[in-house]
């Protein structure tokens, strides 16, 4: 068999496995690219204020969200962002069938939040992060789970890390069926004026294949890391050291027996890193637990949280653990770029509409190479009848 038949079966086939898969990937990927603000445009009551002001405390806030979540514990606390902005209090609640030390995705853990105007202290509403639906307090958080683990769980997760990987494959394999043979690349590169219906849809898939195949390569490698870290990074040690174990990290309780409150944890990492922007409070759930001081500085590829972390004896208020972007070793660096690849967030605006564009292209070739398979299977089955008669 000719490398190139071996090619075409080899991408027509994994593509049909996987069309549905990669189409449903695929769009949901380009919403949840701007899920922040489409959830905000979607949930103004709960996401924005209108009023001004000097911003109650953390303690304040936490107090006032507790009241909400009596039974449950608070783990995150993520501050206004923007001028309109609202702080969101995050509770994290351990499943019943929560296998310790081994569920770490998907649907381990029940989340909460309380959205709290950061001026008044009044409380703008609540809701469980862990249900999905389409009414517009959850359809983004249903699409991130589409989009991950197809709501289905670790299951899930499983099949949307072994599907990006088959995508590589049919990636490449694409590249190479592109490729011009009589390198009459300017034909190959646009859409023929004039096409009949078959024609276009045929350019259609081989142009919108071309000119999406790096960013879909890219986001499609970084997604298959985002699910497999496990196994990608022991390759990326063998050239770079990647510091890992950060969740051991705990507080020493000794004879101090009381918690410090939050804006001394706060002051502390304000200290460490004193122009960098406040980005969430990781609080501590347990007597173990630290504080975690999430804070994003000048120039940062992780947009949306921030990488300058600062881990906080829950006691002691002693410093227990730095980590800065800054010095980061090279293996490290490739780890922080994954996700803001992923998402685009690593080049702003720009990133963003490329990855959204590459989740679009993605549902147009699943469509469109559906389309070329049933017409020629079509046509054979025509073909088969005349042979007949």
Known sequence: MKIRNLFVKIHLYLSLFLGIILGVVGLTGSIIVFDEALDKMLNPDLLSVASKGEYRSASEILEIAKDVYPDKTPAIIH??????????????????????????????????????????????GWRNQSEYGFDRKHIIKTMHGLHSYLLMGSTGRNIIGIAGILWLIITITGIYLWWPKNRKFKSALTLKKDANPIRFNFDLHRVSGFYSAVIVFVVTF?????????YIKPAIKIFSPIEENLKNITSQRGSESSTIPVETALSIANKVFPNAELMAIGLPIDKKDTYRIYKRQKGEVRKSKGKSVVW????????????????????????NWQFPLHTGEAFGMFG?????????????????????????????YLKLLKQRD
């Open 222 to 230: 970084t997604g298959v890391y985002i699910v497999y870290p496990q």
């Open 79 to 124: 501050p206004p962002k923007g001028d309109y902005g609202v702080f969101v209090v995050w509770f994290k609640v351990a499943k019943d069938n929560l296998v310790k030390d081994k569920a770490k995705c998907c649907n381990a853990f029940d989340w909460y939040q309380v959205m709290i105007n950061p001026v008044s202290g009044e409380v703008l």
């Open 312 to 335: 906080i004896d829950q006691y002691s208020a002693n410093i227990i653990k730095i980590k800065d972007p800054n010095s980061m070793s090279a293996g490290e660096t490739f780890v």
């Open 352 to 380: 963003r509409l490329l990855v959204f564009f590459s989740g679009i292209a993605t549902t147009v070739l699943v469509i469109t190479g559906t389309i070329i398979w049933y017409r020629k299977k079509r046509m054979k």
